[in-house]
């Protein structure tokens, strides 16, 4: 019996061993994923990705409005397809807990809705009483659709359709194709200008967040225009206090998406309207602003995002980042200045 006893206690010691090996092979191979699933996407060349593209319709033509619309359908694919694939829908590990890159991908994400609108709605109409394109008239609202939809349809699904739908308006600007109308591109002052108050409002919005994240930094807009003796019924005031500690990265993150996505929509909008901005002479506007996002995703040191007071031993990663935001912002309002002047 005392053999017997000790052969089962053996053997049971010898499944627990193997389960905790197991269990820690388990742990090891998601924190593996994780940080590569985590890895922001690298910049990429928008002039590249234009040739690469135009090599699959067999043509060297790239027309005005392709390498902008090129661009926004490569960071479309690269949200979709880079390590990980789109994370913001997993509903398993390790994708569910990487929180940071989903907020990445929003910030890109917004960016990205924001620039089809005004190619639809702006870029590719000569007037207000203009007809719509109808690829772009497809593609938007597929961008729009929910960022975190894993069942059918999913969101990578409808981000494709609009991905292909811009294809597909790409290959109108370059050639026609029987009786299919040949798609337009106009790169003129007042379509930039329209676009740019779009950037100033998100830009600003994102720099008034990341500001947020020290103490003292609450806000409660509208008081001192308040005049006395006035009656205000039903007032809500919204104070906008400081950041929670634990959104602190996602805001910080959801920036850094926003900058990457921006920063190449900017160096597309550089190309596709370069002759109205040396004639406006604000080129070295949308250089400044470039630069200012070129600056907001330098490489995180630390594997967490630091908090630290204004002068305070550790650094404030969200305040640095919201001066290299509002530089780009108030590089943004000249550029708005710019393209509204006769």
């Not at 409005?65 to 979709?80: D, F, M, R, S």
């Not at 292909?164 to 029987?178: F, N």
């Not at 379509?191 to 600003?204: H, S």
């Not at 920063?263 to 596709?272: E, R």
Request: proline share 4%.
């Amino acid at each position: 019996m005392a053999s017997s006893d000790l052969l089962e206690d053996e053997k049971s010691r010898g499944i627990l061993w193997g389960f905790g090996v197991l269990v820690l092979i388990s742990l090891l191979v998601l924190v593996f994923l994780g940080v590569w699933w985590g890895a922001e996407p690298q910049q990429f060349s928008i002039q590249d990705e234009a040739m690469e593209r135009a090599k699959i319709t067999k043509t060297t033509d790239i027309p005005l409005g392709y390498t902008y619309t090129n661009t926004l359908a490569h960071i479309a694919e690269v949200l979709l397809h880079k390590s990980g694939g789109y994370i913001t829908n997993d509903v398993a590990p390790p994708g569910v807990f990487l929180d940071n890159v989903s907020n990445f991908e929003y910030g890109a994400l917004v960016m990205l809705r924001d620039a089809t609108t005004a190619l639809r709605n702006h870029f590719t109409r000569d007037q207000s009483q203009s007809d719509e394109d109808p690829d772009l008239k497809v593609a938007e609202p597929y961008f729009y659709y929910e960022n975190d939809s894993w069942a059918l349809p999913s969101t990578e699904a409808e981000y494709q359709k609009g991905i292909d739908a811009l294809h597909k308006y790409m290959v109108r600007l370059q050639k026609y194709e029987g009786n299919v109308k040949r798609a337009q591109f106009y790169s003129r002052a007042d379509n930039l200008w329209q676009y740019t108050e779009v950037v100033i409002k998100r830009l600003g919005n994102l720099s008034t967040r990341l500001s947020s994240s020290t103490a003292g930094a609450a806000l409660i807009p509208g008081l001192e225009v308040i005049e006395p003796n006035v009656a205000v019924r039903n007032a809500k005031i919204a104070p906008m206090g400081e950041t929670p500690w634990l959104l602190i990265d996602d805001v910080f993150y959801e920036a850094r998406g926003s900058s990457w996505a921006l920063l190449h929509i900017l160096k597309a909008v550089k190309y596709d309207f370069h002759d109205i901005l040396l004639d406006k002479r604000a080129m070295n506007t949308v250089d400044i602003m470039i630069k200012a996002l070129e600056n907001a995703l330098s490489p995180v040191l630390s594997p967490m995002i630091l908090n630290g007071t204004g002068y305070g031993v550790t650094a404030n990663y969200s305040l640095t980042m919201a001066t290299y935001i509002a530089r780009a912002n108030a590089a943004a309002l000249d550029l708005r200045d710019i393209m509204n002047r006769g």
